[in-house]
């Protein structure tokens, strides 16, 4: 399978401050991309995504860039909550394809 | 909300013993997916399914199989289980959007194997 990987492991932000989240993707062919959010004893949850026609997206307090020259992923949250502490992962996916490849997560800690 | 549950949150079992996972979706999605969680490894490919009674293996389906005779259930199980299959279960469905497919997924099972 593909490798999605993730720059670091562990990122800890102070609260109101903004986070930024990487990942690297390695198959040029993936067209789709989705940022996971996991908190302890749960599933992941779906937080945001982008196609590869974009080269941005955004949500509520959350903002995807995509790099496709050197096929690279971030997550930036802005004014981090406590409740924001949690895993997070990258995603890629072919359109044509049903299979998703993750990476291993960062796991976010929060400083009240 | 798109609903997946999986039975149990926690099971712990023998080895050699049979052990079966179920995961329900309330969405009517085409497709349905088993990985295991372990730390520093990610989410692993199982198996998947496109259809009921259809499926496909995953990246690690060694150990495991799958059942989906009904469209919102999707079953995984481990014929004899072993020590090294204590793992967080996770099942989830998809949906293909514009753009996409979106994957939602259950809370987990944390299966423990003595």
């Known amino acids: 399978g593909e490798s999605v990987g993730l720059h670091l492991p562990t990122l800890s932000v102070q609260e109101g401050d903004n986070s930024i989240i990487n990942c690297a993707y390695s198959n040029s062919a993936s067209d789709y991309f989705i940022w996971y959010k996991q908190e302890s004893g749960k599933g992941p949850q779906f937080i945001i995504d982008?196609?590869?026609?974009?080269d941005k997206r955004q949500g509520q307090r959350v903002t995807v860039l995509l790099n496709k020259t050197v096929k690279h992923l971030s997550l930036q949250i802005a004014a981090t909550q406590p409740g924001d502490s949690a895993v997070y992962f990258c995603a890629e996916n072919m359109y044509t394809g049903n299979q998703f490849y993750f990476g291993t997560g960062t796991s976010l800690t929060v400083i009240p | 909300d798109v609903k997946v549950t999986q039975s149990s949150r926690y099971l712990v079992k023998r080895t050699g013993e049979k052990v079966f996972l179920e995961c329900v979706q309330d969405?009517?999605?085409?497709?349905m997916f088993w990985y295991r969680q372990d730390p520093g490894l990610g989410l692993r490919l199982i198996y998947f399914s496109y259809d009921v009674k259809m499926k496909e293996k995953g990246d690690i389906p060694e150990g495991y199989s799958v059942s989906r005779e009904k469209k919102e259930r999707f079953s995984l199980i481990l014929e004899s289980a072993s020590t090294n299959q204590t793992s967080m279960y996770l099942c989830a469905s998809s949906l293909r959007l514009e753009g996409g497919e979106k994957l939602f997924f259950g809370s987990g099972t944390q299966l423990s194997v003595l």
């Open positions: 969405m009517d999605h085409e497709n």
């Open positions: 982008i196609r590869s026609n974009m």
